[in-house]
């Protein structure tokens, strides 16, 4: 006889709250949703998708953990598309990065031996993982890019996943498997004693107070906001980035192509352009025309037929940014039943496969997995916030 299932709330339904909520739902759990938008419509919607595995030659624990998620995100998206009946477009083109300076190039040369050891993933093309490129290699790689006398280091194993696509997956898996989505459901605040809690809401049918066994915290860059105890255990803080999608005839290129701080993200009749990295800007999401025109030249330097591309759309999201750049992942300290899920930075669609699962197990069994052992939210002194950055 299967027992009574476990109530689950998740306040956020971004990448984070969805995949965590469409994996409880599938542990039997029962699950309701709180966004104050509609879902996706925080960091998620502003990301380009791209899957990106760190430098082979960091190898921390957050580092070991993307790569396990990364290694994760074909099976992930097939499970995904198959629970959702919804296809999942990902792209495996690879990456080329130009190495803009002596430095850059020392580092790939040290990188390319090692090419991505921990990380399986099927490329489009057979080679190396990781070489370095003569900028005659690159433009029979990539013919209409410009690389001006510069190598490129290329990675097969960089890809990107429409995001548009994995949230209405994501939600329509979450829907058929009996999660309550709440949309347009702002939580105004929570009260928290030493083993319950109840989350007061506003949503368009007025006041209401909701309680369960377990609470996921999943708010990205507003995390902090909801609670004195969440500002000292998990401070999560907005890094602002903007973006925009150009219209393109045909395709231009096909691998994602990255110059300095600018990269471009091929799709089939357009070319999305990323991103600025604004930590000053606090919680604006407003575009600023100055900064998407300076990405659009940026672009033009890199492939210069997007001189004539129109620009369909830009738009700003806010990263959900934490004490160097580490995500904070479990209970929060004294109150057991109430857990976080927040600050993966730029990172968090590629993080979401192997997250969503470990969140879920440890939220249902109490057991801390090997994996968060590093990332627990944990009491810092305010001199050591936000004082990495990269
Ligand atoms: C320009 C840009 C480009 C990016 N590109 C990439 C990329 O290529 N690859 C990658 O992996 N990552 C990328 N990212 C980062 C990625 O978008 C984030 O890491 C990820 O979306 C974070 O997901 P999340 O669910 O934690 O946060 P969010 O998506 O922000 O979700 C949090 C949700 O909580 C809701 N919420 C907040 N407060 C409340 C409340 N009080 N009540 C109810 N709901 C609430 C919000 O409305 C929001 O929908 C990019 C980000 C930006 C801005």
């Known amino acids: 006889m299967p027992g009574i299932p476990m109530r689950i709330l998740i306040v956020g339904g971004g990448i984070m709250g969805l995949s965590c909520a469409w994996r409880l739902a599938q542990s039997r759990c029962q699950v309701t949703l709180l966004e104050q938008r509609d879902c996706g419509g925080g960091a998620t919607h502003a990301s380009l998708g791209a899957l990106w595995p760190p430098s082979p030659l960091a190898d921390g624990p957050l580092q070991k953990l993307h790569r396990q998620s990364l290694s994760q995100m074909e099976s992930f998206l097939t499970e995904l598309a198959a629970d959702s009946a919804l296809p999942i477009p990902l792209r495996r083109g690879g990456r080329l990065e130009f190495l803009l300076d002596p430095d850059a190039l020392t580092r790939a040369t040290q990188e390319a031996p090692l090419g991505h050891p921990g990380i399986t993933f099927t490329p489009a093309l057979p080679g190396p993982i990781l070489e370095i490129l003569s900028p005659d290699q690159i433009r029979t790689l990539e013919p209409l890019v410009d690389p001006t006398h510069l190598h490129a280091l290329h990675c097969r194993f960089t890809a990107q996943v ?197 969140i879920a197990d440890f939220l249902t069994t109490g057991i801390v997995p090997p994996q968060l052992a590093d990332f627990l939210p944990r009491d810092r002194p305010p001199r050591s916030l936000h004082s990495a950055r990269r």
């Open 162 to 358: 429409d995001v548009a696509a994995l949230i209405a997956a994501l939600t329509a898996a979450c829907l058929r498997r009996g999660v309550t989505i709440l949309e347009q459901t702002p939580v105004d605040r929570l009260t928290l004693a030493d083993l319950s809690f109840t989350v007061h809401t506003a949503g368009a049918s007025g006041p209401r107070d909701l309680t369960a066994d377990r609470l996921l915290i999943t708010a990205g860059a507003w995390t902090a906001q909801l609670d004195p105890l969440l500002q000292r255990f998990a401070p999560t803080r907005p890094a602002k980035g903007q973006a925009l999608m150009l219209a393109t005839p045909q395709p231009l290129i096909s691998h994602i192509v990255k110059r300095g701080t600018t990269y471009l993200v091929p799709w089939q009749d357009h070319i999305l352009v990323g991103s600025t990295t604004e930590p000053e800007a606090g919680f604006d999401e407003s575009t600023v025309p100055a900064a998407i025109e300076t990405l659009r030249q940026d672009a033009i330097a890199i492939l210069p037929a997007l001189a004539s591309a129109p620009v369909v759309r830009s738009w700003a999201g806010l990263r959900p940014d934490a004490p160097k750049h580490r995500p904070i992942m479990g209970p929060i300290p004294g109150h057991p039943q109430v857990f976080v899920c927040a600050g993966h930075y730029k990172t968090g669609i590629g993080m979401s496969p192997l997250v969503s699962r470990l």
